[in-house]
Structure formats: structure tokens, C-alpha cells
């Protein structure tokens, strides 16, 4: 059978993995999702669970750093921590709490993101000009809505309803969500200092050693992508359905440091043929030479990083490259990005 679409995967991951350092612990594996039919403890459990985790994350930071909005895509730390905890507070509390005392009503509105059909939001890209609530604040209201949560919890004589079991799940899962999009931004936020300032230290990312490209082959045809089990998932991965792929091989392995400095210093951030119509243009018009992370310093490749500025590991899997670099780089290989259909299907 042959394949003759071949597709390479771009990898882009968060530097996450902070094992290791004293105040940040996160080598425990995490409660798991609790079915809808689980008690009020195992609920109330995994809700502190995911509630402490985004704690845990903030322990390194400096007050300075939880207010900090570099770009309008970025969000401030402390408006992450308000955010979640408004979810639970418009979505759990307030319809079911019946005995609750908000702390603060103008926090439906600070911290809506973009729930249109539950009120106006303050303006995103407004989020850092803000000094007040203070953080402090910040920690009350999440101990306010988070006592509120236990007490509801509590008022449970037999099965939790079903609807407030949905929501919590739903709610944690947006907390975690946020958890990766707090590092994301952080990372952000702290690489436009000059002074490459670290927000943990940790061992180097795993390196790819050893571990040779091989393509893998699909058949394609007639397939089925999307969620089809009894446990918690995101609406967008509803309903369950069928999709027609054509054959298609997929790289064993992300694309590599060193095999995206190969494009680089091959001209791919000069050659228009390789990008997108949009994508060159945001070449042009941002004078992009590697992807944002990327400095060259006297000849030697760095890249910022969560444990600050570190040497180019070129056995490291690329990460935080555009969707414009990504397509560009499966071009220069004679390659394409796998669809999403794909990529389900193959994983």
C-alpha cells in the first residue's frame, strides 16, 4: 500500500516538568478525575487537589510577578488564580449555594474572560494595568469560594447531584487548563527581562539520544475520531464521528533542536517559498530569524526557558515554534503537519 502524503509533527510542550525543586513538587501524580456517580469526599479531594496544584505553581514567584502583562495575549498570574475561581463561584456557588455571600459582586465582572451570555468582561488587554485586588486579596476570594465549595459538598445527606458533580469536573479541568496557560504566560512574562530572570531550576529536558526518525503508515479510509467514553471530556471533543483519510505516513518522533537549526541556518526564515501567505508576512513585519525563544549569542544558539537562558540542546524536541514555523520547516523537509483527523487517529 502506498503512502504518499508524508507529514511530520511539530511538538510544542511546556517546560512542566519541574520535579525536582524543594518548593514546586510536582512528581506526584495528580488524583484522578472522579466519575459523575463519585462521593462528596472523592469529589471534594480531587477539587483541593487541582486547587493546590495552581498554589503549588505559584510558589516561586515573587509578589512583582503575579501582576506582570507583557503582551496583550498574556494574562497576569493573579488574574488566573481570580478567573478559575470566579468559574466555580458563577457556575457551582451562586446557583446552588443558596446561603452564599459573594465577597466581592464586581469580580463577575474583573474576572469574566468571555462569557458573553453571563455578563460583560474587563477588557483583556487591561488585565496588568491593575494593582488592585492585590494578590492577597486574590488568595481570600479563592478561600472564600473554595470554603463555599465544601460546604456545598457537605450539605449532601446521600449522592451528590449529578449537575454539580459535571460542573466540578468541568471546573477543575478549566484549572488545569489555566495551570499550562499560567506557565505559558509566566515564561513569557519573565523572557522580555533582560536580565533572563528563572522562574525554577531544574534538570535539563530529556534529550531524544538514540532515538532515530522512522515513519509509520496508516491506511487511512473510512475512520472514527472523537470522545466516545463514560468519563470527563471537553465538548469539542463531541460527537463521535467518521472521518475519510487517504494514506498517510507520520514521523515516529518530534522534530528535533538541531533539525530545526538545520532550517534555520539553511535560509528557511529567507526563503518565501516555504511559508504561508500570512506567515511571511509576520516573518517580515516581526524580523523573525528563529523561533521567539531563540538567541543567537556570538555564534552559540540559547533559548529561554522556564530555568532561564539555556544552550540549544539539539537532541531536545522543539518547542513554542509558530504554526507558520512549523509549516514552513514541513515544507523545507518535503513534508506537511498532520491534520487533527490524523494525528487522533494515529495516537
Known amino acids: 500500500m502506498p503512502y504518499p502524503h508524508r507529514t ?35 469529589l471534594a479531594r480531587f477539587y483541593l487537589d487541582v486547587r493546590r496544584t495552581s498554589e503549588r505553581l505559584c510558589a516561586p514567584l515573587a509578589i512583582e510577578d503575579y501582576v506582570l502583562q507583557a503582551m496583550p495575549d498574556v494574562s497576569p498570574t493573579r488574574w488566573h488564580l481570580a478567573h478559575v475561581t470566579w468559574f466555580f463561584e458563577t457556575f457551582l456557588i ?9 465577597l466581592d459582586d464586581r469580580y463577575t465582572y474583573l474576572f469574566n474572560s468571555y462569557y458573553n451570555a453571563v455578563g460583560e468582561q474587563f477588557s483583556r488587554p487591561r488585565r496588568g494595568q491593575l494593582s488592585r485586588p492585590t494578590v492577597a486579596e486574590i488568595r481570600r476570594y479563592r478561600e ?38 499560567m506557565l505559558t504566560d509566566i515564561k513569557y512574562n519573565l523572557s522580555i ?27 487511512g479510509g473510512v475512520v472514527e475520531i472523537g ?7 471537553f465538548d469539542n471533543e463531541f460527537p463521535r464521528h467518521a472521518v475519510h483519510l487517504e494514506p498517510f505516513l507520520l514521523a515516529s518522533r518530534p522534530v528535533l533542536c538541531g533539525e530545526f537549526l538545520e532550517f534555520i541556518e539553511g ?12 506567515g511571511w508576512q509576520a516573518v517580515r513585519d516581526g524580523a523573525w530569524q528563529a523561533p521567539l525563544y531563540w538567541e543567537n549569542v556570538d555564534g552559540e544558539w540559547f533559548e529561554f526557558t522556564l ?8 537532541l531536545a524536541p522543539v518547542c513554542h515554534v509558530s504554526y507558520f514555523e512549523a509549516d514552513a520547516y514541513a515544507r523545507w523537509v518535503g513534508c506537511r503537519l498532520p491534520s487533527e483527523a490524523e494525528w487522533e487517529h494515529a495516537a
Not at 451562586?94 to 459573594?102: A, H, N, Q, V
Request: hydrophobic share 35%; no cysteine.
Open 8 to 42: 511530520v509533527g511539530s511538538y510544542n510542550r511546556l517546560y512542566a516538568a519541574i520535579a525536582g525543586d524543594a518548593e514546586v513538587d510536582m512528581s506526584r501524580a495528580p488524583i484522578a478525575i472522579p466519575e459523575t456517580e463519585a462521593s462528596a469526599d472523592e
Open 94 to 102: 451562586r446557583p446552588f449555594l443558596k446561603t452564599y455571600e459573594p
Open 144 to 181: 472564600h469560594v473554595d470554603d463555599a465549595v465544601l460546604t456545598l459538598l457537605n450539605s449532601v445527606q446521600r449522592e451528590v447531584p449529578p449537575r454539580w458533580a459535571e460542573i466540578l469536573v468541568l471546573g477543575a479541568n478549566h484549572e488545569q487548563q489555566h495551570q499550562e496557560l
Open 193 to 219: 527581562n533582560p536580565l533572563r530572570p528563572s522562574y525554577v531550576q531544574t534538570s535539563a529536558p530529556i534529550s531524544a539520544e538514540g532515538v532515530s526518525l522512522q515513519w509509520r503508515g496508516f491506511d
Open 227 to 233: 470522545y466516545s467514553g463514560n468519563e470527563f471530556a
Open 267 to 278: 535560509g528557511g526564515y529567507h526563503r518565501h517559498d516555504l511559508w504561508l501567505s500570512d
Open 307 to 314: 530555568s532561564g537562558m539555556r544552550p540549544i540542546d539539539r
